[in-house]
């Protein structure tokens, strides 16, 4: 089967997808070795890749059911676990003057459990409603993608010492798990 095959597996459009997890994974591993400048560039690749995944199914006729839930399965890891990573790991080594006690890091842990698993519902609720190669005018809640974002600015803004207080931070990672899965109207680029 070639790479412009619809039932291929390995098609084109999946194998940029494959890329998008591969780059998350590897950008995971670099978060654990405390190297977060290498896992910010691999998380930018990961959502290049997102992007051209979706047009490339799209141009080519592509899309199928298992790209949408490969997608994403890409999306959890990427813009879901991997982000929430790299603000926990910031916020628990005190990249902002805040050393965290015990008690501080098991609840901030929580808090990134509750939005994995909002992220988790999230794209799952979306791939329920969505059809293969469809691309709806707006999302209802705010995109893995944008919740991904948000949470690199919050690792920015702690790292910089804009936000140096982690807790402040926790209450703005509560506040985007919520908006995973709200009733906002977000246009579809």
Sequence with gaps: MGLFEKDNRFNLANLITFGNISFGVVAIYFIV?????????LAWFAGAFDI????????YNLSTE???QLDS?????SFVIMPSFLLFYALKGG?????LSQIGEIG???IFIIYIISGLRRLIEFNLKVDAGGVAKFFE?????????LLWALYLLFTYGVIPNPYIIGFLVLTIAWSLNSKLKIPHP
């Design 95 to 99: 990249k902002g003057g805040t050393e």
């Design 66 to 68: 298992f790209g949408v």
């Design 108 to 110: 901030l842990g929580i």
């Design 73 to 77: 399965f890409g999306d959890f890891l």
């Design 141 to 149: 809640g705010v995109p893995t993608p944008l919740g991904a974002i």
């Design 52 to 59: 051209a995944d979706g047009k490339v199914a799209r141009k």
């Design 33 to 41: 070795e405390g190297n977060f400048f290498v896992a910010i560039i």
